[in-house]
């Protein structure tokens, strides 16, 4: 039995619309079971305070810092090799079997557990360089883990900017320097930080590797090689070990809301950042 043209067609739109809603509401219904239960205990002192009793009691102002300095130290050791690499992959070298070893190893790290990472991050930064248990050996290992996910988003948007733009650019009188940063990076912008922010949520969320090489000590961090707990961190301690439920919902809940209002903020910015240049 063949179907008419016409009732294909509305059965699979009608088949994606439900499978795009009951993702959508899958997603809604897990934000708002944490909300729900997190937001409510999520206070000023919750905010404001150190654990106590191993996270019992308390709040969750040294993971807040702690999160904050190995998210940032990552990106800025990430970011800018991210970005240089796919630089060079676009825009100064040719397709080759070189170009297509790196990007093939960049798709294969992307792929890596996270679990990896912190194991060789664990054997090399904390043991072999002796860095120990801090924000430096859990920042070099978020580098390695995000550092596809930049490049790779970074190349795609350098390739999408019309060779329009840097034929004019050469017409000109511009070097391929000139080129490269006055036009094709501020045209790859927007796509540029949407991988920037990938990274960022990643690092954010990054569990296993950060266990393994930040270590999870309560005290609040006062340099880079200090042992530290993450947010995501410490909501796992909380849940796994029983130790206040309330307050490991509140801890994801903290997370949820910083991570939406850090989406929303990127791509405002983002939005305006086009407006301006167009």
């Not at 739109?13 to 934000?31: C, D, E, H, P, S």
């Amino acid at each position: 039995m063949r179907f008419a043209p016409a009732t294909t067609h509305r059965t699979a739109v009608t088949l994606m619309w439900a499978l795009a809603l009951t993702a959508i509401g899958l997603l809604l219904f897990i934000l708002g079971f944490i909300l729900w239960h997190g937001l409510p205990h999520v206070t000023w002192t919750f905010l404001s305070q150190s654990p106590r009793l191993m996270g019992e009691e308390g709040g969750v102002l040294p993971m807040i810092v702690g999160t904050l300095c190995v998210t940032v130290l990552a990106l800025l050791i990430a970011a800018p090799l991210g970005v240089a690499a796919a630089i060079y992959l676009t825009e100064y070298t040719r397709e080759s079997r070189l170009t297509s070893v790196i990007r093939f190893g960049a798709d294969c790290l992307a792929g890596i557990p996270s679990i990896i990472f912190g194991l060789f991050g664990f054997v090399f930064f904390v043991i072999t360089l002796g860095l120990g248990l801090c924000i430096v050996s859990g920042a070099l290992t978020l580098t390695l883990m995000v550092l596809p996910t930049i490049i790779r988003t970074s190349e795609e948007a350098i390739r999408a900017v019309p060779r329009s733009y840097r034929e004019v650019s050469y017409g000109l009188g511009s070097s391929r320097w000139q080129m490269v940063t006055r036009v094709v990076l501020k045209s790859a912008m927007p796509g540029i930080g949407t991988g920037i922010v990938l990274a960022m949520g990643r690092c954010i969320a990054e569990t296993a590797a950060t266990m393994l090489t930040v270590g999870s000590a309560l005290q609040f961090p006062t340099s880079a090689f200090d042992s530290t707990r993450t947010l995501a961190l410490h909501f796992y301690i909380l849940s796994r070990e029983g130790l206040s439920m309330a307050n490991a919902y509140a801890t994801a809940s903290v997370l949820i809301v910083a991570m939406l209002a850090i989406n929303m903020v990127s791509r405002w910015l983002m939005s305006r950042y086009t407006a301006r240049v167009r």
